[in-house]
């Protein structure tokens, strides 16, 4: 599933960049719900599995999950009501429901310049979990 992800994601960001890099923003403004629903989907996705980590690390606790089941269910009210009656505000509200959902998500921190291997140097074997 990881393999298959991480594309996923930087697919859908390109293709919104795109979009959002045309016509002066005129284009995101007339973008059909199916747009919400695929980055709301993204953006779940990526949430529960932040969240899923954090509990598995025992740093979350009930009133995390309860903030991410209320934030979840306002969002998708919010995309429900942009795609009944798209007006600027409706999507408005929808964005920054998805935002709130991927603040739950886990961040990716980047390898140090120092710990990087020489070019050409094989890495180290993963460590089996016991």
């Not at 603040?103 to 016991?130: H, K």
Request: charged fraction near 20%; include cysteine.
């Amino acid at each position: 599933m990881r393999p298959f992800l991480l594309p996923c994601i930087l697919t859908a960001l390109t293709l919104l960049t795109g979009c959002a890099g045309k016509g002066g923003g005129g284009v995101m403004e007339n973008r059909s719900p199916s747009v919400l629903l695929t980055s709301y989907a993204i953006a779940n996705g990526m949430a529960e599995h932040g969240l899923i980590s954090r509990i598995l690390r025992h740093d979350a606790n009930r009133a995390d999950i309860a903030r991410l089941i209320a934030v979840d269910h306002n969002t998708w009210i919010s995309i429900r009501r942009a795609a009944a009656a798209p007006t600027r505000a409706n999507y408005r509200l929808a964005d920054e429901g998805i935002a709130r959902i991927l603040d739950f998500s886990t961040s990716v921190e980047g390898v140090p310049a120092t710990d990087r291997p020489a070019r050409g140097a094989l890495s180290p074997q993963p460590q089996r979990i016991r």
